[in-house]
């Protein structure tokens, strides 16, 4: 199991370095996010991977327009992948401008605590 300060230290690229790897895998602008069925945009606009079927609700169009990143569940959250959970915070910290380190430093931290809950639990 990976524990806070192992993630962190692989956020920060202590052990491997997103950045080499390319973050964004499938566009320069977006990168697509398997473990939760969603695509995140370079405008932090999170938006479902499978728009094959026409909404059929007023809920379910407002879903297809999208959600930006800081309005996310939790459980959004703790159901990314590891993987996809260090893809996603390095992918927004190259597309944004940091207005205070030490805030987006703790939101960071908070989203550490639940991404690859979901790997642990396989595991078991």
Same mark, same amino acid.
């Given at each position: 199991?990976?524990?806070?300060?192992?993630?962190? %230290? /692989?956020? %920060?690229?202590?052990?491997?370095?997103?950045?080499?790897?390319?973050?964004?895998?499938?566009?320069?602008?977006? *990168?697509?996010?398997?473990?939760?069925?969603?695509?995140?945009?370079? +405008?932090?606009?999170? !938006? =479902?991977?499978?728009?094959? +079927? $026409? =909404? +059929?609700? $007023?809920?379910? $169009? +407002?879903?297809?327009?999208?959600?930006?990143?800081?309005?996310?569940?939790?459980?959004?959250?703790?159901?990314?992948? !590891?993987?996809?959970?260090?893809?996603? #915070?390095? !992918?927004?910290?190259?597309?944004?401008? /940091?207005?205070?380190?030490? *805030? !987006?430093?703790?939101?960071?931290?908070?989203? #550490?605590?639940?991404?690859?809950?979901?790997?642990?639990?396989?595991? /078991?």
């Amino acid at each position: 199991m990976v524990g806070k300060e192992e993630k962190i %230290k /692989i956020i %920060k690229g202590e052990k491997m370095s997103l950045k080499d790897k390319k973050v964004w895998l499938n566009g320069s602008d977006y *990168i697509e996010l398997d473990s939760v069925g969603s695509t995140l945009t370079s +405008e932090l606009m999170v !938006f =479902p991977t499978d728009c094959s +079927e $026409a =909404p +059929e609700t $007023a809920s379910e $169009a +407002e879903e297809m327009m999208g959600v930006h990143m800081y309005d996310v569940t939790d459980e959004w959250w703790s159901n990314l992948s !590891f993987v996809d959970g260090c893809d996603v #915070l390095e !992918f927004i910290e190259l597309n944004i401008d /940091i207005v205070s380190e030490t *805030i !987006f430093n703790d939101w960071k931290e908070s989203k #550490l605590d639940l991404i690859g809950s979901v790997d642990v639990l396989e595991v /078991i």
